[in-house]
């Protein structure tokens, strides 16, 4: 939840299209970004490409967890949620053009 809320604040933010430091979404509230690692926080913190270095890290999640087995679902709907994402970063781009 926490890397899904980060990611939509850092579209939103990349989306406003503003001078860096001025975006509005960068003032809104997100679920428990303490619970990363501080690496992780100053790497988020350092890069340019927030909402894809975000995305990655959701990707990354969902795999782990399904090879741990926390997430037990069949095939073709863990294949729908990386389809959905997709969708999603494919509509992020299309937002920033």
């Known amino acids: 939840v926490r890397l899904m809320s ?3 604040a850092s579209a939103l933010a990349e989306v406003e299209d503003v001078d860096a430091g ?3 979404a960068h003032r809104y509230e997100v679920i428990d970004p303490d ?3 501080m690496e992780s926080l100053m790497m988020f913190r350092d ?3 927030k909402v894809e ?3 990655t890290w959701v990707q990354q999640a969902l795999i782990d967890w399904m090879n741990k087995g926390v997430l037990d679902v069949p ?3 863990l294949s729908r949620v990386f389809q959905e994402l997709a ?3 494919v ?3 299309t937002a920033v053009k």
């Open 6 to 8: 980060m990611l939509h």
């Open 22 to 24: 001025d975006e509005k």
């Open 35 to 37: 619970g990363l690692d």
């Open 47 to 49: 890069c340019e490409c």
């Open 53 to 55: 270095l975000l995305f």
């Open 75 to 77: 095939a073709p709907i």
């Open 87 to 89: 969708t999603g970063m």
């Open 91 to 93: 509509h992020f781009n």
